[in-house]
């Protein structure tokens, strides 16, 4: 069984930065890997995925240019770079693991190992 652990969300303002990690038990994993938010009375939406080997690399529209997403094999993790922070980014973020593709799905139901979520609050 694989465990994914996110850690790093909180409180910030708007335009303020976070970065999120999301560290894996299982080495080596060489899966596809992403990020989705769900936000209070809203369905869970995909933000950003990434490749085994980081050659390949999706966003959201509404994150494009303010959000990176990477990630360190050595480490098992998995980061997601934030800045210039909205009110609207507040979320519970989750990250999670594809393993049976290499196209860097933006759905939901194609991952199959997830974390527990950390909170994102974007204070106006």
């Known amino acids: 069984q694989v465990q994914l652990v996110e850690s790093g969300g909180g409180l910030v303002q708007a335009g303020g930065s976070l970065r999120l990690s999301c560290a894996a038990s299982r080495r080596p994993f060489p899966y596809d890997m992403g990020w989705f938010r769900q936000a209070p009375g809203k369905e869970r939406e995909f933000v950003a995925g990434i490749s085994w080997g980081g050659g390949i690399k999706r966003y959201v529209d509404s994150v494009n240019r303010r959000f990176t997403i990477s990630r360190d094999n050595a480490k098992n993790t998995l980061y997601l770079q934030m800045n210039s922070l909205k009110p609207e980014d507040t979320a519970v973020y989750y990250c999670?693991?594809?393993?049976?593709?290499?196209?860097?799905?933006?759905?939901?139901?194609?991952?199959?190992?997830w974390g527990q979520g950390t909170q994102v609050t974007v204070s106006s």
């Open positions: 999670a693991a594809d393993s049976q593709s290499s196209a860097v799905s933006t759905s939901e139901h194609e991952y199959d190992y």
